[in-house]
């Protein structure tokens, strides 16, 4: 496969739902690619990957990080087990055995957390005690900030009728509709939906029924000024 919405500089909008589940290289683990950037196996890629029961990889290393997001079903590795709602941040150099008992499908990003500097995470979202009202309708839970480095990852959750007042992102956007629908001037975002805005992009999103996002900030390239 070659590179896919390798432009980080341009908008795009993906619906999983509508993707036909592709054979990763270990058996009874599948995948649904959003971005791939660099090599087919070995490069920056935003996927859907979903492990049959008794699925996983062997022992392998994320010299550049790996993010996960638990969509359903429980993700394993020698370090515990993961529910619905676990996030796990794996820094440069981290080494581990994924796999699954009952089956689970996970948003995984690869290549997409290095440095030596970063914390290993592993963050169960279920919590009630890590919400925070950020607006009217409108909680948001921190997974990971730090003025060292430029993105902020966070689930949003937006309660029906809810809506963001007009705004620009500086650094960009990247969001996965992980429950619900959300909406703006340019469209509606059911469920499984991946968009992934570029920097200076703006918009006033609203959420008619109610969501639950996955959201990453401040990450992408900057667009050049004009001469």
Known sequence: ???????????????????????????????????????TEKGMVTSIVRFDPGAGFPMHDHPMGEEVLVLDGVFADEFGSYGKGSFTLLPTGSRH???????????????????????????????AGGWVDVGPGRQRFTVYEDKAHPEKIYLSRLAPGSVVDHHTHDGGEEVF???????????????????????????????????????????????????
């Open 1 to 39: 496969m070659s590179g896919l919405h390798e432009d980080r500089l341009k908008s795009v909008v993906v619906d999983t739902n509508a993707l036909e589940w592709q054979q990763s290289p270990a058996k009874g683990v599948w995948r649904k690619r959003l971005e791939l950037i660099g090599d």
């Open 97 to 127: 055995q994924p796999q699954t008992d009952t089956g689970c499908t996970l948003f995984v990003k690869l290549c997409q957390y290095a440095g030596d500097d970063r914390p290993t995470r592993r963050i169960d979202t279920t919590d």
């Open 177 to 227: 509709v992980i429950e619900g629908e959300i909406a703006d001037e340019n469209g509606l975002y059911p469920a499984g939906t991946w968009f992934r805005l570029a920097d200076g992009s703006s918009h006033a999103p609203r959420s008619d029924t109610g969501c639950l996002l996955y959201v990453k900030t401040g990450h992408l390239p900057k667009q050049q000024a004009a001469a």
